[in-house]
């Protein structure tokens, strides 16, 4: 390579890819993110056979075939099942920017449902101040600013007055 | 929440972003740098091939030779409409609103086409093997809307 190409300009052209598309819910999805958005409601669904219900709500009972249609309302509140502390920026897919790290992220098992929501937990990153048992509360988006998705959970927060039972 | 409650089928608007860095590399930055200061369009020669590629490329894709900036060739500006399309609806991802023209041009001297678009014509005039010249930009940022859009010639 010649001394002249050693020095020459390199060129590099930043790209922001922004895809835009519609997520069309279903019936049963429909009803869940409609609550949630217009009352901030969470609503699972109950197996007629298994008893067990479901979050997100599904049509069909995956275990038992049959056809799921007794709606629950569920509470804001719930019970960390899992949680883990990241170290790594993950992604945000609808920025593209990452959150910064440490993170919180975690399972909660919202009171009446027998599965589980994955979200951020709004703790401090120290895992002798959250625990799994924890119990945690849903905080949305103000209602004016809600559109229908998942996003519209902000995170959980742990319930006031609790303490690590293994401190 | 009361029985007979109809909810309608929601559609949930999304998106998603992606922040990526493209590196013209070596001969793109040739390129695109000398589409900037001296408003010429390089094309690279496969001297075995005979055959001359736009975008610039330091290997031949037909038999593999490496190529270098020895084999720089300027082609162009002027060339000749191989395809076109006019584009009637606006898409987010597309950089312009419709209605607009894209075409393809085979710039003199090089054997491949250039994809961009084409302006101060009406769609109806325009036709395979027409002639065409670029117009470069006022403000040149070393990318490929130096060159703003083509035009009959």
């Known amino acids: ?167 | 929440m009361a029985e007979d409650k109809i909810y309608g089928p929601f559609e949930v608007d999304q998106h998603i972003t992606a922040h990526s860095i493209y590196y013209a590399g070596k001969m793109g930055s040739r390129f695109y740098t000398t589409l900037r200061d001296e408003q010429k369009i390089l094309g690279v020669r496969c001297e075995k091939c005979n055959k001359v590629y736009w975008p610039p490329r330091t290997t031949c894709g037909r038999c593999f030779s490496q190529l270098s900036e020895d084999d720089l060739v300027e082609i162009g500006p002027t060339g000749t409409l191989e395809t076109y399309t006019l584009v009637t609806y606006t898409e987010p991802v597309h950089p312009r609103k419709a209605p607009f023209i894209y075409g393809i041009i085979k710039l003199d001297g090089a054997d491949t086409g250039m994809a961009h678009f084409i302006d101060e014509v009406d769609y109806t005039q325009l036709h395979v093997g027409m002639r065409m010249q670029p117009v470069f930009a006022e403000e040149r940022k070393a990318n490929i809307l130096d060159i703003a859009y083509f035009k009959p010639a």
């Open chain 1, 1 to 167: 390579m010649s001394r002249e190409s050693m020095e020459q300009e390199l060129v590099s052209i930043p790209i922001i890819v922004d895809v835009p598309y519609k997520f069309a819910a279903g019936h049963y999805m429909s009803r869940f993110l409609l609550e949630l958005r217009d009352n901030g409601k969470f609503y699972g669904i109950r197996c007629p056979v298994c008893k067990r219900v479901q979050l997100p709500p599904r049509v069909v009972c995956a275990v038992c075939h049959v056809k799921n249609d007794e709606w629950v309302e569920l509470a804001n509140e719930g019970t960390l099942t899992a949680f883990t502390v990241m170290y790594l920026p993950v992604t945000d897919p609808t920025t593209g920017k990452p959150h910064e790290p440490p993170l919180v992220y975690g399972s909660v098992k919202l009171d009446g449902a027998d599965s589980m929501l994955n979200h951020f937990i709004n703790v401090e990153a120290d895992r002798d101040k959250v625990w799994v048992g924890m119990r945690m509360r849903t905080v949305l988006r103000p209602k004016e600013q809600r559109i229908g998705d998942l996003s519209d959970i902000i995170h959980f927060e742990p319930l006031e007055g609790q303490k690590n039972p293994e401190k």
